[in-house]
């Protein structure tokens, strides 16, 4: 959803994003660290606030909650504890005193999501630890926690779950899913096995390793950088953008945003959006395969001078075009339905209702 803001909503939205400074008048430091020896998958939980995962000096995986509330009294009531989580993994979890305060005010949620959430749809409100929570940015109880997660080398299976807020994570490994409610989730130089799931926040990544999956409900995903086997991104309404990637597979679906892939080399391609248009411009070797569908937007694909393929559309209204002067027609009830070109190496499949379908070098 695309927002067109006046001027003094920009002032108030600049105003809450700077009130954390003068509405959090105390602080509490809590360290917590996993037990030596458990194995299985783990998982680290706060409600609301800022989580960072960073890589560990030791061989055991810790975490330090600094806790922001408008009172002494308000922060000593929050504990950081070890407890059963929702499959049953050891989970360290921030616990706040919700029986008590059930509506918290996050001063510091400062991003057009965020204000989406917050100042259009009155706040969010989450289950968390047994009990249901309302966080908004305008009334409640000032109190949060901002989290660091100190990830070793040979983490296995960790969760990192942050309902309401950014999650950072940079330059660890393993296989690691990252899950936030309401907020962005920021990866750089993370290896292994990975996920990132956000419903109303970007997914902004670089430089990964490994496989990459990527879903949000309203937001956009980007990665730029990446080695490995398989990358599958899912967005209900935000664009899928992926730069100088290196993949065995890509697969992008969006509801009604746009998918582009540039300078990359790919596998297998698969791309499937409502309203948006669908790019890839690769000079792949290894492509094999291309599937891509369309409501309405354009199919653009830039294979290189080189690409031999057989490319075939079902549309509505589109046109078909190709900028392969050497391109053979496929012929189909006196209608150009497609075009083949050299070993036809790359198998094309484009439906699409109202849109364009461009092949070109």
Known sequence: MRLMLSAATWVLLGLCASAPALAAEATKTIKLQLPAGVSGPVAVENLVGTMRVVPAGGGELSAIAVVHAESEELAGQVRFEQVEGEHG????????????????????????GAFVGFFLGGGTEVRYDGSKARINSLEGAVLYADVEVQVPDRAGQVTFINH???????????????????????????????????????????DLEGSFGCDTGSGDCELTGFQ??????????????????????????????????????????????????????????RLTRVSATTGSGDVILNLG????????????????????????????????????????????DVDTDSGDLSLGP
């Open 89 to 112: 993994e050891p989970t360290l979890r921030v616990r706040y005193p919700l029986e008590r305060y059930p509506t918290i005010r996050y001063p510091s949620g400062s991003a057009v």
């Open 228 to 285: 490995g086997h398989e990358i599958s991104c899912d967005t209900g309404s935000g664009d899928i953008t992926l730069l100088s990637v290196d993949s065995d597979s890509i697969a992008a679906d969006s509801g009604s945003g746009d998918i582009r892939v540039a300078a990359s080399e790919v596998g297998k391609f698969e791309g499937d959006t409502g309203s948006g248009r669908i790019e890839l411009r690769t000079r792949s070797a």
């Open 305 to 348: 001078p080189e690409a031999g393929f057989e490319a075939t559309i079902e549309a509505g209204s589109g046109k078909l075009v190709s900028g392969y002067a050497d391109a053979e027609p496929i012929v189909e009830d006196g209608e150009v339905i497609g075009y083949r070109r050299g070993d036809r190496r790359i198998q094309i």
């Open 164 to 206: 309401v807020g950014l999650i950072r994570a940079e330059q660890v490994a393993g296989r690691l899913d990252f899950e936030s409610g309401s907020g962005g989730i920021s990866l750089e130089k993370v290896r292994g096995e990975l996920s990132a799931d956000s419903g109303s926040g970007d997914i902004k990544a670089a």
